[in-house]
């Protein structure tokens, strides 16, 4: 099965990404300075905000405001549905700036959370159980959410693919709101595909889609 594709273009990536690396300690040697806005962020910004222990206090963030106001100024005119200018995205931006703070490092490839939470370390064992990946699956409501994502990036060491993370992360909110949602066509129905085909069989079907002639959408 093809990646779902990412809800936040190309601009709004580059912010997520550019955000993430103003909370980081930085060096001299920077492969590219940081914009005005994202100045003073630094460990201090990283710190406080995962110190906050719900949407409500991270909502009072200056960090959250900094990264809500790119990713809605960023919006493309057929995206304004998307991040509207409205209280209720400031919470859901919260939300993800409150994970991402977890975040340490990135890895060399793209791909959801799931993937490295399914990967087996024993025969019998996964880095995040069943038991456990379930109960994330079943999250409710922001605090709950903020509370499993941020066990799963701690668990993984904090390595995560910023972008990819805050992606999933905003579709799943937005996905809860979707009384009409077919199961298939949500980011959850993708995370229990990442975390339950091994590595080998998720390349095997990814082989079997390169080449196969008849399959020419994107």
């Known amino acids: 099965m093809k990646p779902r594709t990412l809800s936040l273009n190309p601009a709004q990536q580059q912010s997520v990404k550019l955000w993430w690396q103003a909370l980081q300690p930085q060096s ?5 300075p940081l914009p005005p806005d994202l100045w003073g962020l630094g460990r201090g910004a990283r710190a406080s905000l995962r ?17 809500a106001h790119r990713l809605i100024r960023d919006r493309g005119e057929q995206q304004a ?10 919470e859901q931006i919260a939300l993800v700036a409150g994970v991402l703070a977890l975040v340490k490092s990135e890895p060399a490839e793209r791909h959801t959370l799931a993937v490295d939470l399914g990967e087996k370390i024993s025969p019998d064992r996964r880095r995040m159980s069943a038991l456990r990946f379930t109960r ?8 709950e959410l903020l509370t499993q994502w941020r066990r799963a990036v701690k668990l993984l060491n904090g390595q995560a693919d910023v972008v990819q993370l805050a992606d999933d992360l905003l579709a799943w909110q937005r996905e809860q709101g979707e009384a009409n ?21 998720r390349a095997a079907v990814a082989d079997d889609l390169a080449n196969d002639p008849s399959d020419t959408q994107g």
Not at 28 to 32: G, I, R
Not at 51 to 67: F, I, N, S
Not at 181 to 198: E, M, S, T
């Open 81 to 90: 549905w998307l991040l509207p200018d409205v209280p209720a995205t400031y």
């Open 181 to 201: 949602l077919r199961v298939a066509h949500g980011v959850r129905f993708h995370w229990a595909h990442d975390y339950f085909l091994p590595a080998r069989d």
């Open 136 to 143: 994330l699956q079943r999250s409710q409501g922001a605090d």
């Open 51 to 67: 110190r906050c222990p719900g949407v409500d206090e991270l909502l009072l963030e200056p960090a959250v405001h900094v990264l």
């Open 28 to 32: 001299a040697d920077q492969p590219q």
